[in-house]
């Protein structure tokens, strides 16, 4: 089925710039095929403006047209997604929602401005979700598709369909698929259990699916809760309320760095800042508060308790810091380097696990912080977990977009464990080792 967006679909068109030059052909470039607006030249994120994170919430669905089909009818740009009328739209980034009811060619509009300027947009919608400077989360169900011709709503097309494009923050048109490639952001979170052979289940809940571009796991009393990082703002979802994601209102958060404790009870995240490691606990509303541990250049910390007492690990000029809250947080380099690190307790020894040129190490307090080379090598990315199983040591980690497990008792030989994702958080329930992957 054709679907028409004609020149002035979606609040109108533009003719191409003339006489572009090469240099805003190589800028335009990095966004990839579709990336540069036929009005102008995009403003590259991390430039001027904060790229926010976005991810794809209908990979699902064929795609009926593509950027380069709306540019060649002399449509601004956009992609088209076939589904049936009524579908529910989750929100491709956290953001305030602005309904535009018969907004022309376009029909229904949902916009989801995401902040610094950059803004999402589902055209011809049958319903719109949630009222006006409604906050959400990525993955929020904002609207219904549409698109049946003649429908209220509808606009100009002539089949069921959703239309999706992003707006910089000079208002070019922006390819979302494109965007994805060169800023990957949050990305569905899936679930696997070890007795069920692994098998991944993504997590989804009333608010739509749970994302995440940082990602940290705990459990409390058998419920399993995950906190994730979208959009500069960290996220909480239950499994005992189905997952539903909320915002714990703590904002700032940066890049993908995350991790999380249960202190009897309580439960306390950790992020970083502005160069500097914040915690919040449950206990005081969420309230963020500077732990004075500062440096930290990296997206990965860990956080692990021994006899009541905190314990958080941050890369510091490209080795790992250890502070605790009982020590006021000061900061003591351990002299193991790496870019990545995740922490266990074995008795009362801490065991450092961390990632450098792509192999992983292992370092113990009660060897020194002496670090050996576990023999496991080909590591991609920068995520990293552990876990003690009733005194087996594991590690988990991503290599060729799948998670492995690596077990002492085989002698760290790495398995496939057939989940896909470039980040993992890991726990355990009920005697079941449980891996979350994005």
């Known amino acids: 089925m054709t679907q028409d967006h004609q020149i002035n679909c979606c609040g109108g068109g533009a003719e191409p710039a003339p006489g572009l030059s090469r240099r805003t052909l190589l800028r335009a470039s990095a966004l990839g095929a579709g990336a540069m607006s036929v009005g102008g030249v995009l403003a590259l994120p991390g430039t001027a403006h904060a790229a926010p ?77 949630l009222a006006n400077n409604t906050y959400v989360g990525a993955g929020a169900i904002v609207g219904r598709s549409g698109g049946a011709a003649g429908a209220p709503g509808s606009g100009s097309s002539t ?69 994730s990082s979208n959009g500069g703002q960290i996220f909480e979802a239950a499994s005992s309320t189905g997952w539903r994601n909320m915002s714990t209102g703590i904002q700032g958060a940066q890049g993908t760095a995350l991790a999380a404790l249960n202190l009897n009870g309580e439960k306390l995240i950790y992020t970083v800042i502005g160069g500097y490691v914040h915690e919040a606990s449950s ?54 380097p790496g870019q990545a690190v995740a922490a266990i307790t074995l008795g009362t020894t801490k065991i450092l696990y961390v990632l450098n040129g792509g192999a992983v190490y ?9 670090n050996v080379w576990t023999g496991i090598s080909g590591v991609g990315g920068g995520s990293i977990a552990a876990l003690n199983w009733a005194g087996e040591k594991l590690i988990y980690t991503t290599s060729g977009g799948y998670v492995h497990e690596a077990s002492s008792y085989n002698g760290w030989r790495n398995l496939n464990s057939g989940v896909r994702g470039s980040t993992v958080a890991v726990l355990t329930n009920g005697g079941v080792k449980i891996i979350y992957a994005a």
């Open 53 to 129: 994170a976005i991810y794809n919430p209908f990979s699902g669905y064929p795609i009926t047209d593509t950027w380069e089909g709306h540019l060649a009818r002399g449509s601004r740009g956009g992609i088209d997604f076939g589904m049936g009328v009524g579908t529910a739209l989750p929100a491709c980034g956290a953001g305030t929602v602005q309904n535009t009811p018969y907004n022309g060619n376009a029909g229904h509009t949902v916009t989801i401005h995401h902040g610094e300027g950059w803004r999402s947009q589902y055209l011809h919608l049958s319903a719109f979700s």
């Open 159 to 227: 089949g069921p369909h959703l239309h999706w494009h992003m707006l910089d923050p000079n208002g070019n048109y922006v390819n979302p698929l494109a965007y994805i490639g060169s800023n990957p952001g949050g990305r569905q979170v899936y679930e696997a259990a070890s007795n069920a052979g692994w098998q991944a289940l993504p997590v989804s809940g009333s608010g739509g699916a749970v994302t995440a571009s940082g990602l940290a796991v705990i459990n409390v009393s058998g419920t399993k809760i995950i906190y």
């Open 283 to 336: 206990n005081n509303g969420w309230r963020n508060l500077n732990s004075g541990i500062a440096g930290v250049g990296s997206s990965s910390i860990a956080a692990i308790t021994l006899g009541g007492v905190k314990y958080v690990y941050s890369i510091v000029g490209g080795y790992v810091h250890e502070a605790h809250s009982a020590n006021g947080w000061r900061n003591l380099n351990t002299g193991v």
């Open 362 to 370: 292992e370092a113990a307090s009660n060897a020194g912080w002496a």
